[in-house]
């Protein structure tokens, strides 16, 4: 089993639609959560951070952990074309641990 | 700012050549890693390294060795390239404890076919 699992997608929606993106993880150690995003044939760039559980709001995203369930979202309003990318959950134990990744949703906003 | 340089970009090889992909930050970031990206498996955490001389495996560390002699570099050597290890590379680097330390830096990837 796969320390973060993701459904790979792809996921297509219409502009304007809010997206749900999420992850699950099976190690209760993880404290650290983060959401990236990666354009085609790019590095991946952090997008949205949260430490243990709660929310995080950031304009038009936000994040949310629960760690009861050992669950991940990241939801996207107003969704836009430029939102189309590979969105991919990580997580880690301690500030200095290795960073693991789940495979990634790919996402397509249509116009 | 330079950032994460990855050299090469793109490189192709035969089977069993033996080649080093060299990785360089200019930000003075203690953790720095590698990571390979296949269609539909993610990132994959090959190595990393919290520190000047100290280096730890990931989940996929067979076929691959690090040093880390310096801050700034963190090269990936392929000892006897396969097939099975055409992929995407990427290096990436934090300062982990610091304000904003959660951000992984990425290099621009370096595409490696073994033919």
């Known amino acids: 089993q796969k320390e973060v699992e993701q459904d790979p997608g792809p996921l297509s929606v219409p502009e304007g639609a809010i997206v749900s993106l999420n992850c699950t993880y099976s190690n209760s150690a993880f404290q650290y959560f983060m959401w990236y995003r990666q354009y085609s044939r790019k590095g991946p760039e952090l997008l949205m951070y949260?430490?243990?559980?709660g929310n995080k709001e950031d304009g038009r995203f936000t994040a949310q952990v629960d760690k009861s369930s050992k669950y991940i979202s990241l939801f996207i309003r107003d969704s836009q074309p430029s939102d189309s990318a590979t969105y991919l959950c990580a997580t880690k134990k301690t500030s200095y641990d290795k960073v693991i990744f789940g495979p990634g949703t790919s996402l397509s906003v249509i116009p | 700012n330079a950032g994460v340089t990855q050299t090469p970009k793109f490189q192709v090889l035969k089977t069993g050549q033996s080649m080093t992909l060299q990785c360089a930050q200019d930000?003075?970031?203690?953790?720095m890693s590698w990571y390979r990206q296949d269609p539909g498996m993610g990132l994959r955490l090959i190595h990393y390294?919290?520190?000047?001389?100290?280096?730890d495996q990931g989940e996929v560390p067979n076929g691959y060795n690090v040093s880390r002699s310096t801050t700034e570099d963190f090269p990936l050597r392929l000892l006897s390239a396969a097939p099975s290890q055409t992929s995407v590379y990427f290096c990436?680097?934090?300062?982990?404890?610091?304000?904003?330390?959660?951000?992984?830096?990425f290099g621009s990837g370096t595409q490696l076919s073994v033919l």
């Open positions: 390294s919290v520190g000047a001389g100290i280096t």
């Open positions: 930000m003075n970031h203690e953790y």
């Open positions: 949260t430490y243990s559980s």
């Open positions: 990436a680097s934090s300062s982990p404890g610091s304000p904003g330390s959660e951000k992984l830096f």
